[in-house]
């Protein structure tokens, strides 16, 4: 079973900043391509960034130049540095593990934190 253990929402108020956390076990962290979506109330679920295990980054338009995903291999766990945050970005985020086998992309999910930015 693999487990997705996500960390650090909560409220905000516009322009401030949180950090999330997703720790998942070394054997899929160092396979993995890692990553964060995001769906608010009403919305489709929509990426927000991803990290490859060799260090590109990829971001959705709305949050570049304002959130950074990082990942730290001594502990499994990935990050999403979020700053000037803005009532838009308010959804509940999931961590998702991407790992290819053979052919197929087999992507695992956390169970999600939610993310409230006041105006």
């Known amino acids: 079973q693999v487990q997705l253990v996500e960390s650090g929402g909560g409220l905000v108020q516009a322009g401030g900043s949180l950090r999330l956390s997703c720790t998942t076990s070394g054997n899929i962290f160092s396979r993995s391509t890692m990553g964060w979506y995001r769906q608010a109330p009403g919305k489709q679920r929509e990426l927000v960034a991803t990290g490859s295990t060799g260090g590109s980054t990829n971001y959705a338009d709305s949050v570049k130049d304002r959130f950074t995903i990082s990942r730290d291999s001594a502990k499994n766990t990935v990050y999403l540095q979020m700053n000037s945050l803005k009532p838009e970005d308010t959804a509940v985020y999931y961590c998702?593990?991407?790992?290819?086998?053979?052919?197929?992309?087999?992507?695992?999910w956390g169970q999600g934190t939610q993310v409230t930015v006041s105006s």
């Open positions: 998702t593990a991407q790992i290819k086998i053979l052919t197929t992309v087999q992507t695992y």
